[in-house]
C-alpha cells in the first residue's frame, strides 16, 4: 500500500471516529459535518471528499455494526447451540462499546429510522431466520418463537449494558449462558 492511500485510510478512519463520537455525543440530528471535521481534525472541505454527507457517515456507523452482526454467525456451529453466537455477541459489546451505544440510539431516533429502518429490519429479519434455523434441530415447531425470545432477552441484557451502569451484566450473561447451554 502507498504512502498515499495509508494516509487517506487513515484520515478515513479518524472521520469515522469522530463521526461515533460526536453522533454519541450530540446525537444526529444536533451533529453537524463541521462538528465532526473538527473532530477528526480536518477541514469540512476535507471531510467531503470522503464522506459526502452526514446521512454517509450515518450510514457507515450503521455497516459496521452490520459487520459485527455478519461475523457473530460466521463461527456459530450447525449444532443447534447459541452459546457462542451469545459469547460473541457479548464480547463485540465489551470491545466495542461507545459503536453499539451510538447503534442503539440510531434505533430510537424517528430521523435516523427514516434513513435506516428499512436495513435495520432486514439485518432483524436476517438474524431472526438465522437464530431460528440454529434452533430447528432441538426445537423444531418452537423455533422460531424461542428466536424471538434470544433475541429480545439478549437485546435487553446488551441495552442494560449499554445504557445502566448498575446493570448486573455478569449475572444477566450468566443466565443468558447457562440457559443456551
Known amino acids: 500500500m502507498s504512502q498515499r492511500q495509508e494516509a487517506r485510510d487513515l484520515a478515513e478512519e479518524r472521520i469515522f471516529e469522530a463521526a461515533v463520537k460526536i453522533f454519541s455525543q450530540f446525537g444526529y440530528e444536533s451533529s453537524s459535518v463541521r462538528m465532526i471535521a473538527k473532530e477528526a481534525g480536518v477541514s469540512p472541505g476535507l471531510l467531503y ?6 446521512e ?4 457507515r456507523v450503521f455497516e459496521e455494526g452490520l459487520k459485527d452482526v455478519q461475523a457473530t454467525f460466521r463461527d456459530l456451529p450447525d449444532d443447534g447451540q447459541v452459546k457462542t453466537y451469545l459469547l460473541h455477541n457479548f464480547r463485540i459489546m465489551q470491545e466495542k462499546k461507545q459503536l453499539w451505544r451510538l447503534i442503539y440510539l440510531i434505533r430510537m431516533q424517528q430521523s435516523t429510522l427514516a434513513i435506516l429502518g428499512e436495513r435495520i429490519n432486514r439485518v432483524q429479519k436476517q438474524v431472526l431466520d ?3 434455523a ?3 434441530s432441538s426445537l423444531g415447531d418452537k423455533a422460531r418463537a424461542e428466536a424471538v425470545l434470544l433475541n429480545a432477552s439478549l437485546e435487553g441484557v446488551v441495552f ?3 445504557f445502566d451502569n ?6 444477566a450473561q450468566q ?3 447457562t440457559r443456551y447451554s
Do not use: G
Request: zero cysteines; aromatic letters at 18%.
Open 49 to 54: 471528499n470522503y464522506f459526502k454527507n452526514k
Open 56 to 59: 454517509e457517515l450515518l450510514v
Open 130 to 132: 438465522r437464530l431460528e
Open 134 to 136: 440454529r434452533l430447528r
Open 160 to 162: 442494560h449494558y449499554l
Open 166 to 171: 448498575s446493570f448486573e451484566f455478569e449475572l
Open 175 to 177: 443466565a443468558l449462558l
